[in-house]
């Protein structure tokens, strides 16, 4: 099987390690990649990978059996669509599908006719409804932009003129719509779930830390770190979530004629009245799909094949290490408000060489030189496996400072609430 990765980040490069794992998969190419990629499997230009004709051609000249597509900007300009009227087998939702991220009226929309569990919501198109939605719901105020924002477009906040500042930046874009949210209490979970439009499966839960700073203080980001197992959940949590959640809302798409085929991602909060939808996305999430990805023994070629042709149901139970997994994230100088590029990074060759952790490249690139430098605001994953959550964090945090990068910050305490001691 040949398999192309539409991508450039951390989470295709986990993708890519993971798929040259599975011994079904004869060769991974990526398009564009990135320079940790690069190191691993062939890559491909690919100036737009929003462009669906570009990656139809590509995937034809390839001869591709099977194109993965990363990050969410493609599925909703519609390059899944584009590739099945090619007759390429592709994982990753439609358009139509995948406005279930694209979309997050929609997707409330959706789960309401589902009945899926989630947070009360307004959807508000003037700067008048907004204030009627943050007072009917009241603090801490949830405020979240309609469209896509590359997991930066939702501010938390107990400050009303914080909420009402992200709403009006909302609302200034063409066609601007925000979703005011009741805040939900607990900790957060992802799930990801394999869909074939039909039949769901899903991955061990994860857990994600959004905030730039320890203990969960300043803005958003896209994602600072994360760690699987959850040993604190319930038994059978995830299969809840299917119940509950993605089963529901997969047959819900069915019924719309949108049949979903590809990663559901369902953020959720484990509330004091159990588990609610926070937000769905239509691929997997970064940096929390790494760690799961790092922990599954089934292939993963054969498993995205099957979802993307409408064979899940021959799988059973997937097989997982018993290894702990800890992601940290490093990010540049100024992240997430305005991050400092093309910084010389140090360190990463005896990393490698080591080989005690997995370096997932974010946002880097080669100069001509080749020398490696800094090109986005998180710019490397360190992620670990170890016997025990201790053993991956100690081993995680011992590279991650190893690594030099002039200004750059992480968080300290990435799985440390779950860790024994």
């Avoid at 691929?283 to 023994?297: H, K, M, T």
Wanted: glycine share 12%.
């Amino acid at each position: 099987m040949i398999v192309l990765v539409v991508g450039s980040g951390a989470r295709e490069h986990a993708l890519v390690l993971s798929l040259a794992a599975d011994p079904e998969v004869d060769a991974v190419v990526a398009a564009p990649g990135n320079p940790g990629i690069e190191l691993v499997a062939d890559c491909e230009p690919l100036a737009d990978p929003c462009d669906p004709e570009a990656v139809v051609a590509l995937a034809q000249r390839l001869r591709a059996d099977l194109v993965v597509i990363g990050p969410e900007a493609p599925l909703v300009a519609g390059v899944a669509d584009a590739l099945r009227l090619a007759g390429i087998p592709c994982f990753g939702p439609s358009a139509a599908a995948a406005r279930l991220e694209g979309s997050k009226s929609f997707a409330k929309e959706v789960m309401a006719a589902a009945g899926v569990p989630t947070a009360l919501a307004h959807v508000c198109t003037t700067r008048a409804e907004v204030e009627d939605a943050l007072d009917a719901l009241g603090a801490p105020h949830v405020v979240k932009d309609d469209g896509l924002a590359a997991g930066k477009g939702v501010v938390v906040t107990d400050s009303r003129e914080a909420a009402l500042a992200h709403a009006d930046a909302c609302l200034a874009r063409p066609g601007g719509t925000v979703v005011i949210e009741e805040y939900l209490d607990g900790p957060e979970v992802s799930v990801f779930c394999l869909c074939d439009g039909t039949t769901v499966l899903a991955l061990a839960p994860s857990q994600d830390f959004k905030r730039v700073g320890d203990g969960d203080t300043g803005p958003n980001t896209g994602g600072m770190g994360a760690y699987s197992p959850l040993d604190w959940l319930p038994a059978g949590f995830a299969d809840l979530v299917v119940e509950r959640v993605a089963q529901p809302v997969v047959d819900e798409m069915r019924r719309r004629g949108t049949p979903y085929v590809g990663v559901l991602y369902v953020g959720l909060a484990v509330t004091s009245q159990g588990p609610r939808v926070i937000e769905f996305n239509a691929r997997f999430g970064d940096p929390d799909s790494q760690v799961v990805l790092a922990r599954l023994r089934t292939g993963l070629g054969v498993l995205l094949r099957a979802a993307a042709t409408g064979r899940l149901e021959e799988f059973g139970a997937l097989h997982w290490s018993r290894s702990a997994a800890v992601n940290v994230v490093l990010a540049a100088q100024g992240y997430p408000s305005a991050p400092v590029v093309g910084d010389p990074i140090g360190g990463l060759d005896e990393l490698v060489e080591e080989g005690a952790v997995t370096v997932l490249h974010a946002g880097t690139r080669r100069l001509p030189s080749g020398e490696l430098v800094s090109s986005g605001g998180r710019v490397l994953n360190i992620l670990a496996l170890g016997d025990d959550l201790a053993a991956a964090r100690g081993a995680a945090y011992e590279a991650v400072a190893r690594v030099g990068l002039r200004g750059s910050h992480y968080r300290t305490d990435i799985a440390r609430s779950a860790t024994p001691g």
